[in-house]
């Protein structure tokens, strides 16, 4: 039988480092392409282009087309899982997203147990279509939001600078916000599963809002809740490779990698290097870290941070990538010098 080709993303997810890191950023299909502002602005609304599958499909793959990353990442998301539980999330233009608060326990008691999995179709439709498409080298990657996240979203209604109605109703009504994280746990598992049988190669699991925490609480919402999605999703799909993002969780990352059993961790561009190395890095394999302001940067400050990565984590287990999203205003040359320098 023939071998079917390795894909490096998988390879260091699976235990191997590569000599030269594999590659690809977060939010990777987005605004800094015209190809993407093009397909935007034929979908209409954001979430009109997350659940059209052959457009979703194609800004998936644009970036890869250009760039030749080594993994492409559905286009969609974190707030879909609420959308189809009946939040009717809409995005208003320059504002972010919108949603009916969730944010007395009142309100809980009306929230549904599951999600329509009918409106997420799409979403698995372009996930077969990109799989088609793809080079069999790339990797394909599906997502969802971590819980505690996504829950900030829904208390508030929109996003917050630090998710004070989240973290007030968490301290206030214990009970109520422990069912919003149950209720995201359940949904997230079975979202995740569906990705995976729609042909998703690893999944990642975003926890934005994980680093305004304390310790207790990024226990109690964002370590637990992560690690019964991975043993949901291990349960039935035993070897499911699975990349966590508590962003800003500093010195409780070995904590987190230790509980939620995910097989990489990515981290932001404040990481102290030594600690990653000696306390996560020898564990499980690490995806970062790149700052994405240095990459709107350029010029020698630029190569001089990609060589940074490379010498702080490139002698162990290493997927390179931003510390988070690029961000619109990136010049494509400087994704373009970043890779030439990654990859040279």
């Not at 306390?279 to 940067?297: C, E, F, H, M, Y």
Request: aromatic letters at 8%; glycine letters at 8%.
């Amino acid at each position: 039988m023939p071998q079917s080709p390795t894909k490096p993303f998988i390879d260091v997810l699976s235990s191997q480092r590569q000599s030269t890191p594999p590659v690809w950023m977060m939010r990777q299909a987005g605004r800094y392409l015209p190809e993407y502002r093009e397909v935007r602005a034929k979908a209409g609304g954001f979430l009109d282009l997350c659940f059209s599958p052959e457009l979703a499909a194609e800004v998936t793959l644009q970036p890869i087309r250009r760039f030749g990353f080594d993994a492409a990442i559905i286009f969609s998301d974190i707030l879909v899982i609420p959308d189809a539980l009946g939040r009717s999330v809409r995005f208003e233009v320059g504002e972010g997203p919108r949603l009916e608060p969730l944010d007395d326990p009142g309100k809980v008691a009306t929230l549904a147990s599951r999600a329509d999995f009918a409106k997420l179709a799409p979403v698995f439709e372009a996930l077969r279509i990109v799989r088609g498409a793809l080079d069999p080298k790339v990797a394909l990657i599906g997502f969802c939001g971590a819980p505690w996240t996504v829950a900030t979203y829904m208390v508030a209604g929109h996003g917050t600078p630090d998710q004070a109605p989240a973290r007030m109703m968490a301290y206030r009504h214990p009970e109520a916000f422990s069912k919003i994280i149950d209720v995201l746990v359940d949904n997230s598992i079975e979202y995740l599963l569906a990705q995976l049988a729609a042909g998703a190669d690893a999944l990642q699991i975003f926890d934005t809002w994980a680093g305004v925490l304390p310790p207790a609480e990024f226990a109690r919402w964002s370590i637990e809740p992560t690690r019964r999605i991975v043993a949901g999703v291990r349960a039935k799909v035993p070897d499911a490779r699975i990349i966590g993002f508590p962003r800003g969780a500093g010195a409780q990352l070995p904590g987190y990698v230790e509980a939620t059993g995910v097989n990489a961790v990515s981290i932001d561009w404040t990481a102290e290097p030594s600690f990653i190395r000696e306390r996560v890095q020898s564990k499980v394999a690490v995806q970062g870290n790149l700052d994405p302001l240095v990459l709107i940067t350029g010029g020698d400050a630029l190569d001089r941070a990609v060589d940074t990565v490379l010498a702080n984590f490139a002698q162990g287990r290493l997927i390179f990538n931003l510390g988070h999203g690029i961000q619109p205003e990136t010049p494509i040359a400087h994704v373009e010098q970043m890779l030439k320098r990654v990859r040279g």
